[in-house]
């Protein structure tokens, strides 16, 4: 697949990161090539995948490339300190650094995980900064985060701002509340849980606030409901279990993987401007990669409204939504912060 502005993939960088196992460098590299070759141009990643590794292994891929060829978007509200205990295997990462984190949504504290990262990262800006599962941190959030980001937009060190995060109606009480360019919101518009639907996807269309939906996949359990699958970033209870695999069946009798269904599903909602696609190999994003040029009939999306939680299906059909995808989001930051 060549590149194209309309690539509507945004690499995820939790797994490269070492979540869930450890993940080599050399690994990473070629994962992140796979991206690359996909056509892929947009990278998430946070202070918190890996304690940075994540981010360096991100840097060290993207050295030497022309910087208007991609886009970055990384994440603040967690500096690193040196480890004072053991770290393998904390917040499900492994391999990583000896270091820990530390919540810090204040606004010194924006400004030196911002730093931090783009050191890691080795740019002088980045494309995207959002404030990063502030879910008990709310009004020091909105009060100083959120204050500092969009300083930091208005001096062009990033271009657009957010918040992310796993809850659909923290993300509405955000961006009812504060200036946003878009959201991350992770496993809460998906083929098991469509609860962003009911707020928090027309609040965004409402106010032209972009959004990238995470965790299409919740947590790998849309992509192989096998047994000991994950959902939620933890083991599937066995009725969630039970309706991936229900939802597997139906794919299947369209002769259709149950991957491309939850990708294309997630990017079928008028709301949605790209999907946040995390991967650990080459084969990984490759396969994600090639969901997107995958002929599904809408005869399926049918057959599965009649499982899904709510019935929230999106108007408009993959390829439909308006072109830059991601770009968008990253332009509308940029020309903000030239005025």
């Not at 208007?68 to 967690?78: L, P």
């Not at 991350?184 to 962003?196: C, F, I, N, Q």
């Not at 996807?201 to 996949?217: D, I, N, T």
């Not at 699958?229 to 993987?257: H, K, M, Q, T």
Request: charged share 20%.
């Amino acid at each position: 697949m060549s590149a194209s502005p309309r690539q509507p993939l945004v690499f995820g960088g939790a797994p490269i990161g070492g979540l869930y196992e450890p993940v080599s460098d050399a690994d990473a590299a070629a994962t992140l090539a796979a991206a690359w070759d996909a056509g892929i141009r947009a990278f998430d990643t946070a202070p918190h995948y890996g304690v940075g590794l994540s981010e360096q292994r991100l840097g060290d891929f993207l050295a030497g490339r022309p910087r208007s060829e991609f886009a970055i978007c990384t994440k603040v509200g967690r500096r690193l300190v040196p480890a004072s205990g053991p770290v393998e295997g904390v917040d499900e990462f492994y391999g990583t650094p000896a270091l820990s984190r530390v919540r810090d949504y204040s606004a010194d504290g924006v400004r030196r995980c911002l730093e931090d990262s783009l050191r890691r990262l080795r740019l002088d800006r980045v494309d995207i900064a959002l404030i990063h599962d502030p879910d008990d941190f709310m009004t020091q959030a909105l009060d100083s985060a959120y204050p500092a980001l969009a300083g930091l937009r208005a001096a062009g060190v990033v271009g657009a701002i957010g918040v992310g995060m796993n809850a659909a109606a923290p993300l509405a009480w955000f961006v009812s509340r504060a200036d946003l360019d878009c959201v991350l919101v992770a496993g809460r518009y998906s083929l098991l849980d469509t609860s962003a639907a009911a707020e928090l996807l027309p609040l965004c269309a409402g106010r032209g606030v972009q959004v990238l939906a995470g965790g299409v996949f919740n947590s790998g359990i849309l992509a192989d409901p096998r047994d000991g699958a994950y959902y939620d970033y933890a083991p599937a209870p066995a009725e969630v279990l039970a309706r991936a695999r229900r939802i597997r069946d139906i794919c299947a009798a369209y002769s259709v993987p149950v991957g491309a269904a939850a990708l294309r599903f997630t990017l079928r909602h008028p709301a949605v401007t790209a999907a946040v696609v995390g991967a650990r190999s080459a084969a990984e994003i490759s396969t994600d990669a090639s969901y997107l040029t995958l002929d599904i009939p809408d005869e399926l999306f049918a057959a599965l409204a009649t499982v899904l939680p709510q019935a929230s299906m999106g108007s408009l059909p993959h390829g439909s939504r308006c072109g830059a995808c991601v770009r968008g989001t990253v332009g509308q930051g940029l020309e903000r912060a030239r005025h």
